[in-house]
């Protein structure tokens, strides 16, 4: 009877050992972040930066900063890029000052084009385009985020933003939801209001959320953790990937 306790105690400590060994190394590869290891894994692209008038020595950029990109290089950086070139103009200025309240980020501006173009196709879906103000043309707004495939987000805003009172939908060229947008929305272009739909407001604000927590995105880990907080999908991480290399290859 001795020998069978003892070699039943033998047997559970085995068991608990190899169990708490196999929890331990499954801790060991999945270390960090949800699904950090995967993201981990696509290396960042390289982060684009535009040209801007030179200004008066001493003088700083005025909240309107989309005005001082350099015209020549947008013409040519837009044409080869596929960017129109009002869009570009938003990208650029948006990573400007988005690097300059954050200057550990380091976000190019083909980061926040990418983001635009997979959202929005920088502001054309369903037909529109984006005015010589920023604005888009016609609204572009999402399906209700009512849980029938896509996450259930009961309505934020009372419609205000998205017109539907009982669900909420992402708006905007960067396709920002209402609850998002009252805590990342910023007003770029200088006109008092934090406007989704105002493409220098929505890209300024993709920017900064991006940068949001520190993060470094020239690392590959900064880079897939911010476009993960956007879009929490790996293909989208792949498409906005593929897509920001292209755009920075394009430009030069």
């Given at each position: 009877m001795l020998r069978l306790k003892r070699l039943a105690v033998l047997s559970l400590f085995a068991?608990?050992?190899i169990t708490a060994g196999a929890f331990w190394?499954?801790?060991a590869t999945n270390a960090g972040a949800p699904g950090a290891g995967v993201r981990a894994a696509l290396p960042?692209?390289?982060q684009a930066a535009g040209k801007?008038?030179?200004?008066?020595?001493?003088?700083?950029?005025?909240?309107?900063?989309t005005r001082t990109v350099e015209p020549g290089w947008l013409a040519r950086a837009a044409a080869q890029a596929?960017?129109?070139?009002?869009?570009l103009r938003a990208y650029v200025a948006a990573v400007s000052m988005a690097n300059a309240d954050a200057p550990a980020c380091g976000i190019g501006w083909n980061t926040v084009a990418a983001v635009g173009f997979v959202e929005s196709a920088h502001g054309a879906l369903g037909g529109g385009h984006l005015t010589a103000s920023g604005d888009v043309s016609r609204?572009?707004?999402?399906?209700?985020?009512?849980g029938d495939g896509f996450a259930a987000i009961a309505d934020?805003?009372?419609?205000?933003?998205?017109?539907?009172?009982?669900?909420?939908?992402?708006?905007?060229?960067m396709q920002f939801i209402p609850s998002t947008w009252k805590l990342a929305g910023r007003d770029a272009n200088g006109d008092g209001v934090a406007?989704?739909?105002n493409i220098d407001d929505a890209a300024l604000s993709a920017a900064g959320y991006l940068c949001a927590g520190g993060r470094d995105l020239t690392s590959n880990q900064g880079w897939a953790d911010a476009i993960w907080s956007y879009n929490q999908s790996e293909a989208y991480l792949a498409q906005v990937g593929e897509k920001a290399v292209e755009y920075a290859d394009q430009a030069g």
């Open positions: 068991f608990c050992a190394l499954l801790g960042a692209p390289p801007f008038v030179p200004l008066a020595g001493g003088s700083t950029h005025a909240v309107n900063i596929g960017i129109p070139a009002r869009a609204p572009i707004v999402g399906p209700g985020l009512n934020t805003d009372d419609g205000a933003l998205d017109g539907d009172a009982l669900w909420d939908r992402a708006v905007g060229p406007d989704p739909h």
